[in-house]
């Protein structure tokens, strides 16, 4: 049977809640930490990289928990559920420190509350997209519902990207601290909301009998799948310089571009770009009528990093004007609006190609690697940030520090981390990618070719 029109509006919309609470902290939680409140850089970064790390166990654990479920309910809608609800409790806490709390105090809290926040966040996004195979029937109706859900995260995230300036300058009244505060609370109950809607209307269409493996068979089981293995290595290395990129966006029209009405400026290019990369997720069913999965990706890799060097240019003539810098932002955000919905394509491929190598299907398993790496590549992103924060001496404390001209070793620094260290990610994302990858349209229909013979074998 296929997906209903409401299936699908309630995958999307979890969709989008989910990815307002992610974007929210990938984006804003260094800012919040380092800017508002005076946390040191380093001691940000060193936070941020070693909940990672905490993940690296905790993220395939939850996969096999997510595999090891039997309710009546399924598998993956109770911890969705539950994930949800208490994530949601975290992201508030994570953006209303105690006022009271100073130095130490404040460092630890923030250390705590974030790697509680990773825990939970697992806890729903691994079910979330490991539902995506147990309800779907494959082929076109998978890789559709996965570019709709994609999108709906792209959504998601623009819309944080968007409004969360604005929104916690109005809400505070000018006081950053307290705006956050509220703001969090507001995109907490639409997180809440949302996937309280998905966990109501979506049901397991298909029991998926997965032979739960231990977490040792599981490690094996991956690094059997070297498809998975390679798009997690590209994952990594885009979402890096993504995220490189919207950690230091801030500090670049704050202290860069400068001046009192920063923040309606950067509003501004984030709504831009923001669009422009929902935009090109829509258009990327349409986009694959003309060109294979494979070549909007080598296509998408090029702008981005096109796009990043027109940027670094105009950081180093010193340009500042809005308009001029909407052109590299265009080059940028439809290519990883595109590449957003790629890479989670491909990862659901290399779960049929690692059935047909492994005689295993393992949803959960491969799901949770995308989970961990994506979490991964936002701490390594935010380690990357915060090195280049303390080298630079930017913060709302060090107010002198604010750009008097185009050549200043603290305005350089920020410009070389945000532009040219992405495309060095980028680069090496596509040589591994284009020397490793396999699994093109017809390499996927040969293998559901034969699972199918399998199947009725």
């Given at each position: ?223 059997q799948n070297d498809q998975a293995m390679v798009v997690v290595a590209a994952i990594v290395l885009i979402n890096c310089s993504l995220y490189i990129t919207s950690n230091l966006l801030i500090y670049f029209f704050k ?86 919905v790629l890479t989670t394509v491909f990862l659901a491929n290399t779960v049929d190609y690692g059935e047909l190598k492994n005689s295993r299907r393992d949803e959960s398993v491969i799901f949770s690697m995308q989970t ?81 013979e399998k199947a009725e074998a």
């Amino acid at each position: 049977m296929k997906l209903t029109g409401k299936e699908k509006l309630s995958y999307g919309l979890g969709a989008v809640g989910k990815d307002m609470v992610y974007m929210l902290s990938a984006s804003y939680i260094l800012y919040y930490y380092q800017d508002i409140l005076g946390v040191s850089a380093i001691a940000m970064g060193i936070i941020l990289m070693a909940a990672r790390i905490f993940d690296a166990f905790n993220d395939p654990i939850m996969g096999v928990i997510v595999a090891k479920t039997k309710t009546k309910w399924g598998k993956f809608r109770p911890w969705l559920f539950i994930g949800t609800v208490i994530n949601a409790v975290i992201l508030y806490l994570m953006f209303a420190a105690p006022p009271a709390l100073t130095g130490t105090g404040l460092v630890a809290y923030a250390a705590v509350i974030y790697i509680l926040w990773g825990v939970t966040y697992t806890m729903m996004d691994i079910p979330f997209w490991s539902m995506i195979p147990a309800f779907t029937d494959g082929g076109k109706e998978r890789e559709n519902l996965t570019t709709l859900a994609r999108s709906c995260a792209g959504v998601g995230s623009a819309l944080i990207t968007v409004v969360t300036i604005m929104a916690v300058q109005l809400l505070g009244a000018g006081d950053e601290r307290v705006g956050f505060k509220y703001f969090a609370a507001i995109v907490a109950i639409i997180f809440v909301l949302f996937i309280s809607f998905t966990c109501k209307t979506i049901k397991e269409k298909s029991t998926v009998d997965i032979d739960s493996p231990s977490v040792g068979e599981m490690f094996k089981a991956l690094l059997q799948n070297d498809q998975a293995m390679v798009v997690v290595a590209a994952i990594v290395l885009i979402n890096c310089s993504l995220y490189i990129t919207s950690n230091l966006l801030i500090y670049f029209f704050k202290y860069d571009v400068a001046g009192e009405s920063w923040y309606g400026t950067y509003t501004l290019f984030n709504t831009f770009g923001g669009g422009i990369q929902i935009l090109s997720m829509m258009l990327f069913p349409l986009i694959r009528k003309k060109l294979s999965a494979t070549q909007v990706f080598y296509v998408s890799m090029a702008c981005a990093m096109v796009g990043y060097g027109i940027l670094f240019v105009l950081m180093c003539l010193g340009v500042h004007q809005l308009p001029i810098l909407l052109i590299p932002a265009f080059a940028i955000f439809v290519a990883f609006g595109l590449l957003t919905v790629l890479t989670t394509v491909f990862l659901a491929n290399t779960v049929d190609y690692g059935e047909l190598k492994n005689s295993r299907r393992d949803e959960s398993v491969i799901f949770s690697m995308q989970t961990f790496v994506v979490k991964l590549a936002s701490g390594v992103a935010a380690l990357v940030a915060s090195i280049c924060l303390e080298l630079s001496n930017l913060s709302s404390n060090t107010d002198n520090v604010v750009t008097e001209a185009a050549g200043t070793s603290s305005v350089i620094i920020l410009r070389m981390t945000m532009a040219v260290i992405p495309i060095i990610g980028l680069l090496i994302a596509l040589m591994v990618f284009k020397k490793k990858f396999i699994l093109n349209e017809e390499k996927i229909d040969e293998i559901t070719a034969e699972l199918k013979e399998k199947a009725e074998a």
